[in-house]
């Protein structure tokens, strides 16, 4: 990791700073220039502006000034939302490892789950899931470690009919979030209040889109360096789409002013 990113926001601009111009990112970017922050780049006193102007054009703006511009404007809007922990950062399916027997009993639905837990593991105080490769553990909010759990459902086929809404009134948010703050204040599921739940899931709701973002900048400087065979270039527009979307949804409840 770099000196001095020591946090989501710093090692995400220092990301931004080496990510180079590429198809996927310049074309997510100029679909969505009616709600960029950026606006002049380039003028004849070589000054930079920014500022939420429906009659920006993308066009006259490198990449990386937009996506810093972004980075920006919304750390200043959601940073103070959610407490910093210890974030993973890389909660995808295959970094989760369960037991055997656990999974098979996922497979044969609740209530052998609940069964197997309940004869098994309810004794322990250690979990018998356990996370593995933390190299992009850093400090970061809480919300974004969650959200960017929730996000990496769509799988790396960008199936985002997978990804659960952050909205109060799914109820598999919800029984997740239960859990959660079950597990984090050492209580059982039936002593966390439905206004706890409520608003840990509007928590994670704000940071739905800093996912997409991370990860989008991420590939943008994959598609330079991997050995991999796999279009970064496509998937980085892929993530980064999921940025926009989320603040248009963001904007409108700011207009509503519901935030």
Same mark, same amino acid.
């Given at each position: 990791m770099p000196p001095k990113c020591s946090d989501l926001w710093s090692l995400t601009s220092h990301w931004i700073e080496i990510c180079p111009e590429i198809e996927g990112l310049i074309k997510v970017c100029s679909d969505n220039k009616d709600i960029q922050q950026l606006t002049i780049t380039h003028s004849t006193d070589n000054t930079t502006s920014s500022s939420n102007n429906n009659n920006n054009n993308s066009?006259?703006?490198?990449?990386?000034a937009i996506l810093k511009a972004e980075l920006d404007w919304v750390q200043s809007q959601i940073s103070s939302k959610s407490p910093i922990?210890?974030?993973h950062s890389d909660l995808l399916s295959g970094n989760i490892i369960i037991p055997n027997d656990i999974s098979e009993a996922l497979n044969k639905g609740s209530e052998a789950t609940e069964k197997l837990l309940k004869?098994?593991?309810?004794?322990?105080d250690q979990?018998?899931?356990?996370f593995i490769?933390?190299?992009?553990?850093?400090?970061a909010p809480r919300a974004f470690d969650i959200s960017n759990h929730f996000m990496e459902w769509q799988g790396f086929n960008c199936d985002k009919d997978l990804i659960p809404k952050p909205d109060?009134?799914?109820q598999v948010m919800r029984i997740w979030c239960r859990s959660y703050l079950s597990a984090f204040t050492s209580s059982t599921s039936s002593k966390i209040s439905d206004a706890d739940v409520d608003k840990l899931i509007n928590e994670i709701a704000?940071?739905?889109?800093?996912?997409?973002?991370?990860w989008g900048v991420w590939a943008g400087i994959q598609s330079g360096i991997s050995l991999i065979d796999f279009d970064y270039s496509n998937y980085s527009g892929e993530r980064l789409i999921e940025y926009w979307n989320w603040k248009r949804w963001f904007?409108?409840? /700011?207009?509503?002013? /519901?935030?």
């Open positions: 066009n006259n703006n490198s990449v990386r922990v210890a974030s004869e098994k593991y309810s004794q322990g979990s018998p899931i356990s490769d933390y190299e992009y553990m850093i400090k109060i009134n799914n704000l940071y739905y889109g800093v996912p997409g973002f991370y904007l409108k409840l /700011k207009l509503n002013s /519901k935030i």
